[in-house]
T-cell receptor, first 110, second 114 residues
Framework: GDSVTQMEGPVTLSEEAFLTINCTYT??????LFWYVQYPGEGLQLLLK?????DKGSNKGFEATYRKETTSFHLEKGSVQVSDSAVYFC?????????FGQGTELSVKP | GAGVSQSPSNKVTEKGKDVELRCDPI?????LYWYRQSLGQGLEFLIY????????KSGLPSDRFSAERTGGSVSTLTIQRTQQEDSAVYLC????????????FGPGTRLLVL
């Protein structure tokens, strides 16, 4: 079946550093891809998505590009803030349900 | 507006007991999903209801797990004869008609089986 692999954490960065969280997927077709975020003490929420190859999803300064050639959907942000500290999940949609990666915990220090 | 709500927020039970977890989706949302978040398994799909169609139960880990959705709205996830490995956060999500790619998640129910 389809699956998602993302880089393991935790990732610790200083404020204003550049962030990359790697995500690759295995799928028989071309599924929609997502990044979800879970802030401390809060529920899971959609951060961004891309529905076809070469699409770029963006939100709150975060970006990810759907790369069919490398089956990747890496999350990037040019300058992280303390408030970005959270757990980030890469996911794909298969048959209406989400298949998640293991999650990457990000901690941003002032 | 009101989001997805789940109850209870926390549940502690003894091994072998049955538990029921409730999910109230956003009003008007036709699809409802249950996921489980555990340390060992990460975030995994359990079951998916879409309108009046038969649910997709492909993610339920054993026959001790079942779920129903009454009146196309509220859903209950039941775990019979709980085991310690059932300890996890159980998440519910819902989507608007025709917009299944944006799932709105509830805060979850944290289940601890002693």
């Amino acid at each position: 079946g389809d699956s998602v692999t993302q880089m393991e954490g935790p990732v610790t960065l200083s404020e204003e550093a550049f962030l990359t969280i790697n995500c690759t997927y295995t799928a028989t077709g071309y599924p929609s891809l997502f990044w979800y975020v879970q802030y401390p003490g809060e529920g899971l929420q959609l951060l961004l998505k891309a529905t076809k190859a070469d699409d770029k999803g963006s939100n709150k300064g975060f970006e990810a590009t759907y790369r069919k050639e490398t089956t990747s959907f890496h999350l990037e942000k040019g300058s992280v803030q303390v408030s970005d500290s959270a757990v980030y999940f890469c996911a794909l949609m298969e048959g209406g349900k989400l298949i998640f990666g293991q999650g990457t915990e990000l901690s941003v220090k002032p | 507006g009101a989001g997805v709500s789940q109850s209870p927020s926390n549940k502690v039970t003894e091994k072998g007991k049955d538990v029921e977890l409730r999910c109230d989706p956003i009003s008007g949302h036709t699809a409802l999903y249950w996921y489980r978040q555990s340390l060992g398994q990460g975030l995994e799909f359990l079951i998916y209801f879409q309108g009046n169609s038969a649910p997709d139960k492909s993610g339920l880990p054993s026959d001790r797990f079942s779920a129903e959705r009454t009146g196309g709205s509220v859903s209950t996830l039941t775990i019979q004869r709980t085991q310690q490995e059932d300890s996890a956060v159980y998440l519910c999500a819902s989507t608007r008609p025709g917009a299944k790619e944006t799932q709105y998640f509830g805060p979850g129910t944290r289940l601890l089986v002693l």
